[in-house]
């Protein structure tokens, strides 16, 4: 059964194959800034909070299960003592935002080998087994022929309803959380007006924007990235 590790793994090599960039090191901040961000992935993660994000993040980046490589082998080893420490700061990673990581590629093949369907190959007719004759016929008797493997017919599949979109059901799911914060989860308060979560601090509705320049910010910055100011969000 896969965690919350192996299924941040598979977003993050889907997101560098649509880019055709399997091969080719990337920045830490990609990963959690554009490639996978909590926000729009933190369904299919199925992480409860923005925290536990964070944390699967720096597991990933430190090097965890071989999935992926960090380089320079400093903040690597940074990153795997802070995993172990007994309360690690779960944003830690982001102390090295130019470190290029790589995706173990074997890994990565094997997880896009399962997302696909092959068709059953053609079966090939039998061997003719090799006659041995003489006196050495009872020490090295003929090999039955291999059995065929058994051919399990395809699933069949319902023609009349369409299947949605994988998005378009997570953004049903989101619709259902309306009394939840977007960021952490916790449940807001229904009897008042919501600004902020009493939670986690961010913005209970729209996108995050810096206080003092209005620009747009992501969860978890506590600085903006054009004016520089303290945004107050963390």
């Known amino acids: 059964m896969p965690d919350e590790l192996d299924r941040l793994f598979e977003l993050l090599v889907e997101a560098l194959h649509r880019d055709a960039r399997l091969a080719v090191p990337f920045a830490a901040s990609e990963l959690y800034e554009r490639l996978v961000p909590y926000r729009s992935n933190r369904s299919r993660l199925n992480v409860a909070t923005h925290q536990d994000y964070e944390m699967t993040v720096l597991r990933l980046l430190a ?5 992926l490589r960090l380089e320079p082998a400093e903040a690597r080893e940074h990153m795997q003592a802070e995993v172990t420490a007994i309360s690690p700061d779960t944003g830690f ?12 590629r074997i890994a990565a093949e094997r997880h896009l080998r399962g997302q696909q369907t092959y068709a059953a190959p053609d ?13 050495d016929a009872a020490a090295f008797p003929a090999a039955p022929p291999p059995v065929p493997p058994r051919q399990i017919p395809p699933a069949p599949t319902t023609t009349n309803a369409p299947s949605a979109p994988a998005f378009e059901l997570v953004e049903a799911r ?12 916790g449940p807001l308060p229904t009897a008042r007006e919501i600004k902020f979560c009493p939670h986690c601090g961010q913005p209970a509705l729209g996108e995050p924007k810096c206080p003092t320049c209005g620009g747009d910010v992501d ?6 990235v054009a004016c520089g100011r303290a945004t107050g969000f963390e």
């Open 63 to 67: 090097g965890e299960r071989d999935y």
């Open 219 to 224: 969860v978890g910055w506590a600085y903006c």
């Open 123 to 135: 079966e090939a007719p039998p061997p003719v087994a090799e006659v041995v004759s003489g006196p």
């Open 93 to 104: 990673f982001r102390n090295f935002p130019n470190a290029q990581a790589l995706v173990n």
């Open 174 to 185: 989101d619709r259902l959380e309306a009394d939840h914060c977007a960021y952490c989860g």
